[in-house]
């Protein structure tokens, strides 16, 4: 019933920036708890950053201070700006909600948006 449909994503040189944007179906956003994942090949998808419906953000240690995420609850929409970009970076992001109203359930996984860090 949540679809999501990822955008931003580029080719961009270490030390860069990028912002992806999540575009989020459904008029239950505003209460879930959203999240920005990333898989590159050979590797087992991990999560980056979340955020609370209130705007309280967490964030993976490899991305601490680089990554900003942040929600539009009006209109629908999660940002991950990501700065001083490393090639390490290299992944496919997603971005998800979390639909369970007592135990994490994840929506449908999107297509995801291509993130390429390469000098």
């Known amino acids: 019933q949540v679809q999501l449909v990822e955008s931003g994503g580029g080719l961009v040189q270490p030390g860069g920036s990028l912002r992806l944007s999540c575009a989020a179906s459904?008029?239950?956003?505003?209460?879930?708890?959203m999240g920005w994942y990333r898989q590159a090949p050979g590797k087992q998808r991990e999560l980056v950053a979340d955020i609370t419906p209130g705007g309280s953000a967490n964030y993976a240690d490899s991305v601490k201070g680089r990554f900003t995420i942040s929600r539009d609850n009006a209109n629908n929409t999660v940002y991950l700006q990501m700065d001083s970009l490393k090639p390490e970076d290299t992944a496919v992001y997603y971005c998800?909600?979390?639909?369970?109203?007592?135990?994490?359930?994840?929506?449908?996984w999107g297509q995801g948006t291509q993130v390429t860090v390469s000098s």
């Open positions: 459904g008029s239950m956003f505003s209460i879930y708890v």
């Open positions: 998800n909600a979390d639909l369970g109203p007592y135990y994490s359930v994840l929506a449908s």
